[in-house]
């Protein structure tokens, strides 16, 4: 096991700030949920969570949400030499 250091992308860290902010209690969970989904399950073997983005060096994977119709996925990229994840985008929807 490879543990990694996950890194959000300014363009997804600040929409995602300013989204938890604006958002009421369920919106807020939600993205709290996600956040801490990430930062818990891709720092352990990236490479095999998700799947590849054809044409391109980025991964996405589906975050489970509990009690909540919202779907939220992640496209991230792996720096193996650097032990980095880059979180590039997160998109959230149903809520």
């Not at 992308?9 to 949920?33: H, K, Y």
């Not at 193996?80 to 590039?88: G, L, Q, S």
Request: proline share 6%; with cysteine.
């Amino acid at each position: 096991m490879t543990r990694y250091t996950i890194l959000w992308d300014d363009d997804v860290e600040g929409p995602f700030i300013d989204a938890w902010i604006a958002g009421d209690s369920q919106i807020r969970a939600i993205l709290t949920e996600a956040a801490n989904w990430v930062d818990v399950n891709l720092a352990e073997d990236p490479d095999r969570k998700g799947q590849p983005l054809s044409g391109e060096s980025a991964r996405v994977v589906a975050v489970p949400i509990s009690e909540s119709p919202a779907r939220v996925s992640v496209t991230y990229q792996i720096f193996p030499d650097e032990r980095r994840v880059r979180i590039i985008c997160m998109i959230l929807r149903g809520v």
